[in-house]
């Protein structure tokens, strides 16, 4: 399988705070990479994504970036709320199979 | 609206048994996968599927088969259920070609061993 390598594994901010999740991938292959967000009890869900061809991707208060060289790609949430709190996954796309990073919950606090 | 369905929410099983978990999709998806989640592991991938009768293994296959008879439809068989099995099961499918990879997730099944 492909490994995946998801930072920090926990992460605690204050409301309007930003938060960044990293990730370092090892297959040099691929070329695409989603972000999946897992709220309490529900499935997780596509937030964002990022392909080889593109440095960095901005959606709203959340952006992606992507590093080849380095094998690493990250996703950077501002002016954070309480409803971002939810466990976070990155993911390496390898022909079609994802393979998921070990997760990140992030709590923003009030 | 897209839907992955997985057959049971919560699943109580005996060691040695012999379990089922079904996954159906009705998008017409090529792509079928079978995600264990446990915490601090995040998911992990288990068997993937891209077209009926076609399986690949992913990370984990050990004690685990699948069956796709049927393109909208993904099994996981666990052959002889062991405790180390219990955890969140999840199913996911996906569109076939480059622009359209985004995974659809079923609501899981937590699947518990004695």
């Known amino acids: 399988g492909e490994n995946v390598e998801q930072h920090p594994s926990t992460l605690s901010v204050q409301e309007g705070d930003s938060a960044v999740i990293k990730c370092t991938y090892s297959d040099s292959a691929s070329n695409y990479f989603p972000w999946y967000k897992q709220e309490l009890g529900k499935r997780p869900q596509l937030i964002i994504d990022?392909?080889?061809?593109?440095g960095e991707k901005k959606d709203q208060r959340i952006a992606v970036t992507l590093n080849k060289t380095a094998k690493h790609f990250s996703l950077h949430i501002t002016e954070t709320q309480p409803e971002d709190s939810a466990v976070y996954f990155c993911a390496e796309v390898d022909f079609n199979k994802f393979y998921f990073g070990s997760g990140t919950k992030l709590n923003v606090k009030p | 609206d897209v839907k992955v369905t997985q057959s049971s929410r919560y699943l109580v099983k005996r060691t040695g048994e012999k379990v089922f978990l079904e996954c159906v999709q009705d998008m017409d998806h090529e792509n079928m996968f079978w995600y264990r989640q446990d915490p601090g592991l995040g998911l992990r991938l288990i068997y993937f599927s891209y077209d009926v009768k076609m399986k690949e293994k992913g990370d984990i296959p050990e004690g685990y088969s699948v069956s796709r008879e049927k393109k909208e439809r993904f099994s996981l068989i666990l052959e002889s259920a062991s405790t180390n099995q219990t955890s969140m099961y999840l199913c996911?499918?996906?569109?076939?070609?480059?622009?359209?990879?985004?995974?659809?997730f079923g609501s899981g099944t937590q699947l518990s061993v004695l």
């Open positions: 990022s392909r080889s061809n593109v």
């Open positions: 996911a499918s996906s569109g076939p070609g480059q622009r359209d990879e985004k995974l659809f």
